[in-house]
């Protein structure tokens, strides 16, 4: 048998069998990716071999990197000159290799910090070099802007369910923008960001690997810091195929895997869509309760981090406990902002949605 075998991916009402999870990562994977493990694992039981114990240097490694690399390029309509980098560890992994790379090809790089995951960012830069750090009402100096390294920001803060993508003009695309937890769920802004990586864990499948996008216009103006570790240098990493070290191969089979789900939902359009309609109708019942207040107002508010609060915090504790004795887990706020956090990222169905309100509307007949 096939080891990447493609299992039906018909939408069936799952929940009578598993959790409705809104995690914000690790994060819920689609029932046909969670069957395609499972054969991947029971091929190696049944006929003694996986492509899980090939070497990274093998034909059907290189067979599965192509996949992942051409669906990308598909789905995400990346353009031509974009290269494609899968590299190893988190976001934050990415976030100290971009400074090392990129520090020293301009003046004092920006960070715009718009929440949590963005000023960490700026945190992690500080130790490479001479950084600006900005909020995103701050005024901008046009010279240096034109003259910076590059401009860092975040477009959803995960944590804050915050979103923003207002960028300056700028007449160059040295823009980097992390998208881990937007990726798939909003369009690329390629056009105007010259760098964008996102972290597997949340739409891609599983942890360990991070997706870099970056203009090779821009790529080959890298300067690497003489301390960056080989495996954070981009050059090296273009010029090794992004296998520099030995790949988290299960984090990129379950990538493929999750890929190939994404077309057969019908692209990017459709996954937007979906992310939208699933906001909407969360948002909805949130925003005509008078017991549940949604934390962000207006075209702030994340479509896929759903940060919200019931009266006092004592009632948002009450509440996660509920809603976890009902099979709704991963929805505890960050313990740095408190309240609810529903993390609807692509995979989530909107009936895992309708299914949370419905508690929710239950929650509120007994305490409100
Ligand atoms: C927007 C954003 N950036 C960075 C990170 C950090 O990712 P990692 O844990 O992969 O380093 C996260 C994690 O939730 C995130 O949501």
Redesign the pocket.
């Known amino acids: 048998m096939n080891p990447l075998n493609k299992h039906s991916l018909s939408n069936q009402n799952d929940l009578s069998s598993r959790c409705a999870n809104f995690s ?2 690790p994060a819920y994977l689609p029932d046909a990716v969670n069957q395609r493990l499972k054969s991947l694992i029971e091929t190696r039981l049944t006929t003694g071999h996986s492509v899980l114990e090939d070497s990274h240097r093998s034909q059907s490694f290189a067979q599965i990197h192509l996949q992942i690399e051409t669906l990308i390029r598909r789905i995400l309509n990346v353009p031509k000159h974009y290269i494609i980098l899968l590299l190893p ?5 990415q ?1 100290a290799a971009i400074p090392m790379n990129f520090i020293h090809t301009g003046t004092q790089p920006i960070y715009i910090e718009t929440g949590i ?1 963005s000023t ?2 700026s945190r992690e830069a500080i130790r490479y070099g001479d950084i600006l750090r900005k909020t995103k009402n701050d005024e901008l100096n046009t010279q240096h802007l034109k003259d910076c390294a590059y401009y860092h920001y ?1 477009d ?4 804050d369910g915050f979103y923003w993508s207002e960028l300056p003009t700028l007449q160059h695309r040295r823009v980097v923008c ?4 937007s990726l798939f769920a909003y369009p690329p802004q390629f056009d105007q960001v010259g760098l964008i990586y996102a ?1 597997s ?2 739409n891609l499948g599983l ?1 360990g690997m ?1 997706l870099v996008m970056v203009d090779s216009n821009w790529l080959s103006e890298a300067r690497p810091l003489s301390i960056t570790p080989s495996v954070l240098n981009y050059p090296l990493q273009y010029q090794s195929n992004s296998l520099v070290n030995t790949p988290a191969n299960i984090t990129w089979i379950t990538g493929l895997f999750m890929l190939e789900w994404m077309e057969s939902q019908g692209g990017l359009t459709k996954l937007i869509e979906h992310t939208e309609l699933k906001a909407s109708t969360l948002y909805q019942f949130l925003d005509a309760s008078d017991f549940y207040q949604a934390r962000v107002q207006g075209k702030r508010r994340s479509k896929v981090n759903i940060i919200f609060e019931t009266p006092s915090t004592q009632l948002d504790q009450s509440c996660v406990d509920f809603l976890e004795s009902h099979g709704v887990i991963g929805i505890k706020g960050h313990r740095l902002v408190g309240g609810l956090r529903a993390s609807c990222y692509i995979a989530c169905p909107l009936h895992h949605i309708q299914h949370l309100i419905k508690l929710l509307q239950a929650f509120e007949g007994q305490y409100g």
């Open positions: 914000p990562g560890g988190g976001a934050r992994t976030s995951w960490l960012a975040v959803n803060e995960t944590i992390d998208m881990t937890s972290a864990q949340k942890p991070t």
